[in-house]
């Protein structure tokens, strides 16, 4: 066996690179398991620093305090896929990192992203590479209107992107973009949005949770609903499209792959993200393994685990000071509360999360 397909077995150091909510509950599953963990995080006091074995708290470009922090684990993982690609690689050549600096290269790049889903046969909405104002117009010319203007790096929670409609002014679009390199997308009139979640092993075992309908207000995922109501086939194509792109990445690890279901239940994916995702919290009381669980036995070569669903959920994000209803969250018979550590309710900042779980007849 290859140093990069060893087991890496319990009472091991797992390195988690990103402090937030997904890090933090990546840590409590790997601690489930007898892990220890190690965060690597820019911040002080990080949702997953409060939980974790031990944290590094440094910049992502300080490659002595990469080093470091390599020294102390057996495996490296990450649960914000935005790490400079310069960090990846140096840690790449001193442990094991699942998903490799290759999955992270297209995870975090729209353009890259779509041009690699094409290219394996997987539609995405329209798009076009955009820096200029001349090729923004000509983009639209080509494109139509509404289209959707985004960064093509570092973007999330609907951040760093804008609509553009009839009668907008391409160029305040532009300036929106501050300078960062563009791409326009087609806006899809979907009638849902959905996400799967694979792992892969590095043996190539893969394992899928069921379709998801995601709901956003305000660009920022509000509810999750497994399953989606969609049809079998649609289902089923979302399945196989989400285990397609895991294979073709080679990737080790988790993969959360959001769709857009058009009216004629055509999939367009959307975006790839290489780690534990929003959209699958739900899994944590529905599933017999949990997406943190999963993605702990994968990126550590154990089997994986059943993700079978016992029961239907709804995942309701808290966001803001939506936060302050808990009590009566707790006072709910079906209902499971999660929260974050975070010390502020800031507008639009993740702060916890609840899911509503209902036992499937069949499990009963
Ligand atoms: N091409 C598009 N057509 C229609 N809606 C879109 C399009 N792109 C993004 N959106 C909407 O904006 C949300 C956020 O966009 P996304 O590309 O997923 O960026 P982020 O990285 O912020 O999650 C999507 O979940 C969807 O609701
Ligand atoms: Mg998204």
């Known amino acids: 066996m290859t140093a990069a397909s060893a087991m890496v077995p319990p009472g091991s150091t797992i390195g988690i690179l990103g402090g937030g909510q997904l890090g933090r ?16 995080v820019p911040e002080r006091d990080s949702p997953a620093g409060q939980v974790a074995t031990a944290t590094t708290v440094a910049a992502y470009d300080d490659l002595d305090a990469l080093s470091r922090f390599a020294a102390t684990v057996d495996v490296v993982t990450f649960e914000f896929e935005n790490v400079p690609a310069a960090t990846a690689g140096h840690l790449a050549a001193l442990r094991p990192v699942h998903p490799g600096p290759g999955v992270l290269a297209i995870a975090q790049d729209r353009l890259l992203e779509k041009r690699f889903l094409n290219g394996i046969g997987v539609p995405t909405a329209p798009f076009r590479p955009v820096a200029t104002l001349p090729e923004l117009e000509a983009a639209l010319a080509e494109l139509g209107r509404p289209a959707v203007l985004k960064t093509v790096r570092m973007g999330y929670d609907g951040k760093g992107q804008t609509v553009i409609r009839p009668g907008d002014d391409p160029a305040r679009a532009l300036l929106a973009l501050g300078g960062a390199d563009g791409v326009l997308e087609g806006f899809v009139d979907f009638r849902m949005e959905a996400s799967v979640i694979v792992a892969r092993t590095a043996s190539g075992d893969l394992a ?10 305000h660009h920022i995922l509000d509810t999750t609903i497994a399953p989606a109501a969609i049809p079998a086939a ?11 792109i895991a294979r073709e990445l080679d990737l080790v690890g988790l993969l959360a792959v959001e769709m857009f ?22 899994t944590m009381d529905a599933c017999r393994t949990s997406q943190f669980e999963q993605h702990v036995r994968a990126v ?3 089997p994986l685990g059943s993700p079978e669903r016992h029961s239907d959920a709804i995942m309701k994000n808290l966001i803001g000071d939506e936060v302050h209803g808990w009590p009566a969250i707790l006072a709910e018979p079906d209902a499971k509360l999660h929260l974050y550590g975070k010390a502020e309710a800031r507008p639009g900042r993740k702060m916890g999360h609840v899911n509503r779980v209902f036992p499937r007849a069949s499990f009963a």
């Open 261 to 282: 279901v058009t009216a004629d239940d055509r999939i367009l994916v959307n975006e790839l993200a290489p780690r534990p995702h929003n959209s699958g919290h739900w």
């Open 300 to 302: 550590c070569g154990l």
């Open 25 to 40: 509950m990546l840590a409590l599953a790997a601690a489930a398991l007898g892990y220890r963990t190690h965060v690597f």
């Open 208 to 217: 899928h949770f069921v379709p998801v309908e995601n709901r956003h207000v």
């Open 234 to 244: 649609t289902a089923d194509a979302a399945v196989e499209t989400a285990r397609h």
